[in-house]
């Protein structure tokens, strides 16, 4: 049960104290929807790794970013801790801690649109992660430029020129049309049709992601794709009524 445990959320929060990650949005819509109380604790970007190198969370095979946000910190009634960072585990410990409403992960329509339309927001994601450093404190954006230069072999600069919004935009329009029409093919405004679920909240992140950073008008472009798209979105909001650290991104949002 929920009120047995404890979930304590780390992220690297925006100089104004506000989310921004997709990775850690989902993870949050999610907990609202479950009805799971959490605390959340924000922590600067150069601090991530020494953080949680003492701890038994297990790191990555990734020597640039072995650890990452968001991780879960849970603790039972019987006082046992421990981390969570892969998000496939997340989500399975949400639903050992509280079975219902499911997530619903593993249905056919959420593994479809995993391995159909996963890839269809990576032209957007390429066009605004560029942006995020202008959101952060200065301490965590040098940090976040430095990580991203090693794993692009190129400074955030050059990656924006590389990567204009309107060229992304175009590459990413018809498989996003594509998702559009795919989610019209059930009744209901989410994936599995009239039930939201993981599939829904991370593709609400990923526009909310676009919105945090201030690429507003890429956020209105994706939502006018496809009117199921700004359905999808909008039936999410619905789900995050009372969510105080998500609500912002909703405001004015239609």
Known sequence: ???ESNVLIFDSLSKEGKIWSHHVLRVLFSLHYKGIPYSFQGIEYPD??????????????????????????????????????????IIQALEELKP??????????????????????????????????????????VAFCE??????????EQWLEEHPIQQGLAVAEPRLRELGDWLEAVPGPFVDGDGPGYADF????????VRAVGLSDVFEAVLGFHPAIRGLYDAVEATQRGNVWCQYLFENGK
């Open 1 to 3: 049960m929920a009120s």
């Open 48 to 89: 991530i790794i020494p953080t949680f190198a003492p701890t038994a969370l297990e790191p990555k095979d990734d020597p640039i970013e072995p650890y990452e946000i968001p991780v879960l910190k849970l603790q039972t009634s019987t006082g046992f801790v421990h981390y969570e960072m892969n998000i496939s585990k």
């Open 100 to 141: 219902e409403p499911s997530l619903r992960y593993n249905t056919p329509r959420t593994v479809e649109y995993r391995t159909r339309f996963g890839p269809a927001f990576t032209p957007i994601l390429q066009l605004t992660v560029g942006h995020v450093p202008r959101i952060l404190s200065e301490r965590s954006a």
């Open 147 to 156: 990580k991203r230069k090693l794993r692009w072999g190129k400074p955030v």
């Open 202 to 209: 991370t593709i609400a992140s990923l526009l909310a992601f």
